[in-house]
């Protein structure tokens, strides 16, 4: 049988995957561990998707990692997720600079700790000049907190003369957003068999190709991330427009 990465079509490949990472905890908890074992397996996961995108040539790929909600998990939960993101954020640098990967981050990410913080921005400036995949990781992120922050943003400048209110626009409201700097995600997946968005990029999802699977995050493989692409390109993206127009477009193309 062909290899799954074989039946990829490389002309047709989402240019932005956004991921929400689910099923850590659960999956530790199914083997009888605390859910900080998952988390940690799951770390293996992030590599090896990451290595599968760079190696088939995704050009951005969002990982939801935390969100402003899970702050209200237990401290000692919080407190081990806090310190592995430290020490793997510390130990990725050198492997991202070797595959030409730079890291991004969006949320509020003041609400990390400061050596959080630190490890955050080192990787992000080390990592600067890399030319090949964007990483983008989503930290203390929730996308209700992204769009009250860009509305206040915008009333600011407003106030200051910045911005006439007539003239306010969907490409206004993009510019204030903490993704302004990337393209809208093509395919979103979620792992561990959640049917929800989960408050995650809801304005930048709004014509994405939802992809969900019941594999638990720390079992995901880069051939699942294949699998989903396979069937992300078997579907007709009509961005409002009826199938037949699609197709004249295509071909007069």
């Given at each position: 049988?062909?290899?799954?990465?074989?039946?990829?079509?490389?002309?047709?490949?989402?240019?932005?995957?956004?991921?929400i990472?689910?099923?850590?905890?659960?999956?530790?908890?199914?083997?009888?561990?605390?859910?900080?074992?998952?988390?940690?397996?799951?770390?293996?996961?992030?590599?090896?998707?990451?290595?599968?995108?760079?190696?088939?040539?995704?050009?951005?790929?969002?990982?939801?990692?935390?969100?402003?909600?899970?702050?209200?998990?237990?401290?000692?939960?919080?407190?081990?997720?806090?310190?592995?993101?430290?020490?793997?954020?510390?130990k990725?640098?050198?492997?991202?600079?070797?595959?030409?990967?730079?890291?991004?981050?969006?949320?509020?990410?003041?609400m990390?700790?400061?050596?959080?913080?630190?490890?955050?921005?080192?990787?992000?400036?080390?990592?600067?000049?890399?030319?090949?995949?964007?990483?983008?990781?989503?930290?203390?992120?929730?996308?209700?907190?992204?769009?009250?922050?860009?509305?206040?943003?915008?009333?600011?400048?407003?106030?200051a003369?910045?911005?006439?209110?007539?003239?306010?626009?969907?490409?206004?409201?993009?510019?204030?957003l903490?993704?302004?700097?990337y393209?809208?995600?093509?395919?979103?997946?979620r792992?561990?068999?959640?049917?929800?968005?989960?408050?995650?990029?809801l304005?930048?999802?709004?014509?994405?190709?939802?992809?969900?699977?019941n594999?638990?995050?720390?079992?995901?493989?880069?051939?699942?991330?294949?699998?989903?692409?396979?069937?992300?390109?078997?579907?007709?993206?009509?961005?409002?427009?009826?199938?037949?127009q699609?197709?004249?477009?295509?071909?007069?193309?």
């Amino acid at each position: 049988m062909q290899p799954l990465i074989e039946q990829i079509d490389k002309q047709k490949l989402p240019k932005h995957i956004a991921i929400i990472m689910d099923g850590n905890g659960r999956w530790a908890e199914e083997k009888g561990q605390e859910r900080l074992y998952g988390h940690y397996h799951g770390v293996e996961s992030v590599r090896n998707i990451v290595e599968g995108c760079a190696e088939i040539g995704i050009e951005y790929l969002t990982l939801y990692a935390f969100s402003t909600e899970n702050w209200d998990r237990p401290q000692s939960e919080v407190d081990g997720l806090m310190s592995l993101l430290v020490d793997t954020i510390r130990k990725e640098v050198p492997i991202l600079n070797k595959n030409n990967i730079s890291m991004h981050a969006i949320g509020n990410i003041e609400m990390l700790p400061k050596d959080a913080q630190k490890a955050l921005a080192e990787a992000i400036e080390l990592t600067s000049k890399n030319t090949g995949l964007h990483l983008i990781m989503a930290l203390s992120y929730s996308s209700r907190w992204e769009l009250v922050n860009a509305v206040k943003n915008i009333g600011l400048d407003v106030k200051a003369g910045k911005i006439n209110p007539a003239e306010i626009n969907q490409n206004t409201l993009q510019q204030y957003l903490s993704t302004s700097n990337y393209p809208d995600p093509e395919l979103m997946i979620r792992t561990s068999g959640e049917f929800r968005i989960s408050n995650f990029l809801l304005y930048q999802l709004a014509y994405a190709e939802l992809y969900f699977t019941n594999t638990r995050w720390p079992d995901f493989r880069k051939e699942n991330l294949f699998e989903a692409i396979i069937d992300f390109q078997f579907r007709e993206r009509r961005f409002g427009k009826t199938g037949k127009q699609i197709q004249n477009e295509a071909y007069l193309a």
